[in-house]
C-alpha cells in the first residue's frame, strides 16, 4: 500500500531514511545492522524516500556520488561482511583509495543507498505558527489540511507556508535554493544579490535577490504573482540550477504582475493582477475572480476535511466568480448548485468524498 505523501507516516518514513544514511556513513556498520538497513530498504515506500532526496539533492546543487569503481576494483574485491569495514581495512593494510571503499556485492548496495543523500531531510517538521527560530541549512517543512505556518531561514528570509504545502529549502553562505513540491507559499527574500534566491516548483524555476513573491502549485500549472520588487522566472529545463545560467528563455515579473507556466514550462504572458485577492489566503479567504472551477477545487481540497472530486470537464471549465471562507469549506460545497444556477449538482456518497458534476 502507497503512503500518501501528506501523512505524518509520510515524514516518518523520511526520518527514518536520513537515520540510516548516518548510519551507512559509520565504517564500523554491524553486520546485525546492515542486516536491518536491508529489511527496511525492502520495503516499497522506504525506498521512495531515498529516491525523493536524491533528486531534492541533486536539484540542489550538492551531490557527492562517488564514481564506481573499476572492474578490476571489484575484481580484487574480497570483502564478505564477516568483519566491520575498518577492520577489514586493516587487516589488507591499505587504505580507501579515492574516497571509495571497495565493496563486495553486498556493501556495494549499500554504497548505492548511501549516495541518496539525507541531508535535505534532516529535519521533517515546521515550525509552530508563533516560532521565529532560523530553520538549519537543510530543512522540509510540511503543513497538514488547513494549516498555515511561518518558517524564518538562516537568511532572514520568510516562507508563510499554506495548507498542504511542502518545501525543501537548502540556505547556506554560498547558496539559496527552494524544491517546492506541493501548495501554495508566500516568499519575503532578504535582499542579497550575491546569493540570489531560486525557487524550484514544477517546470520552472523562479528567482530574486530581495523581494516577495506568491507560489501557488497547482496539478499541471504553478502561478507566480509578485507583490515586490521583481523576480526572474524560466523554464527549469533551462536553468543550472547551481548558478542560475540560461535566462535568455526567462521573463521578468514586476510588483503586481504574475505570470504562469505549465510542467513543460512553457509561459503565459506577464499579467496585472489584484495582489490583495491573490494574497487573502493568508488571511483565511480564498477569492477567486473568473477562475476555473477545477483550479478552485484544488484549493479546496488543501483545506477541506472531504476529498472533493469534479467528476466532468463540463463542470470542471465552469468559470467562479467569489470568496471560499477556509473555515466554512462544507457550507461553501452545499451552495455550489445556487452559485452556478443548477448547471452542477453535488453528491456525499460518504462521510470523506464529494463529487461535483454538471446537470443535464
Not at 50 to 79: I, M, Q
Not at 182 to 195: I, N, T, Y
Not at 200 to 225: E, M
Not at 321 to 348: M, Q
Request: proline share 4%.
Amino acid at each position: 500500500m502507497n503512503v500518501r505523501r501528506d501523512t505524518p507516516r509520510w515524514s516518518r518514513v523520511r526520518e527514518q531514511a536520513a537515520y540510516w544514511y548516518m548510519e551507512l556513513q559509520n565504517a564500523n556498520l554491524s553486520q546485525q545492522k546492515l542486516k536491518r538497513w536491508q529489511k527496511w530498504i525492502a520495503v516499497p515506500e522506504n525506498k521512495r524516500a531515498f529516491d525523493e532526496c536524491e533528486r531534492l539533492w541533486v536539484l540542489l546543487g550538492a551531490a557527492n556520488v562517488p564514481e564506481w569503481p573499476s572492474d578490476a576494483a571489484v575484481n580484487d574485491d574480497t570483502y564478505d561482511g564477516s568483519v566491520s569495514l575498518a577492520d577489514y581495512e586493516k587487516q589488507r593494510g591499505r587504505r580507501v583509495a579515492s574516497g571509495w571503499q571497495r565493496k563486495s556485492p553486498i556493501w556495494t548496495g549499500v554504497a548505492i543507498a548511501a549516495s541518496v543523500v539525507i541531508a535535505v531531510g534532516i529535519v521533517f517538521s515546521p515550525f509552530g505558527a508563533n516560532e521565529r527560530r532560523p530553520a538549519p541549512p537543510f530543512s522540509v517543512f510540511e503543513t497538514a489540511a488547513a494549516q498555515h505556518e511561518n518558517v524564518v531561514l538562516i537568511d532572514g528570509s520568510q516562507i508563510k507556508l499554506g495548507a498542504r504545502t511542502a518545501v525543501t529549502s537548502n540556505v547556506s553562505r554560498d547558496v539559496r535554493f527552494i524544491v517546492m513540491d506541493r501548495g501554495e507559499a508566500l516568499f519575503q527574500v532578504s535582499h542579497d544579490p550575491k546569493r540570489p534566491f531560486r525557487v524550484l516548483a514544477g517546470g520552472g524555476i523562479i528567482t530574486a535577490v530581495g523581494t516577495a513573491f506568491n507560489v501557488r502549485r497547482l496539478d499541471n500549472l504553478v502561478v507566480v504573482t509578485v507583490s515586490e520588487g521583481t523576480v526572474e522566472v524560466a523554464p527549469a529545463s533551462t536553468v543550472d540550477a547551481r548558478d542560475g545560467s540560461a535566462y535568455p528563455h526567462g521573463k521578468r515579473v514586476t510588483a503586481g504582475h504574475e505570470i504562469s507556466y505549465d510542467a513543460q514550462g512553457r509561459m503565459s504572458e506577464v499579467r496585472v493582477v489584484n495582489i490583495d485577492l491573490t494574497m487573502s489566503w493568508r488571511d483565511g479567504l480564498l477569492q477567486y475572480e473568473s477562475e476555473p472551477l477545477n483550479q478552485v477545487i484544488q484549493d479546496v481540497n488543501r483545506y477541506s476535511r472531504k476529498a472533493v472530486t469534479i467528476a466532468d470537464a463540463d463542470a470542471a471549465e465552469l468559470l467562479y466568480t467569489g470568496t471560499v471562507f477556509e473555515r466554512d469549506i462544507d457550507d461553501w460545497i452545499a451552495a455550489l448548485p445556487e452559485a452556478f444556477d443548477g448547471k452542477i449538482e453535488v453528491s456525499e456518497p460518504d462521510s470523506r468524498h464529494v463529487f461535483i458534476r454538471s446537470k443535464d
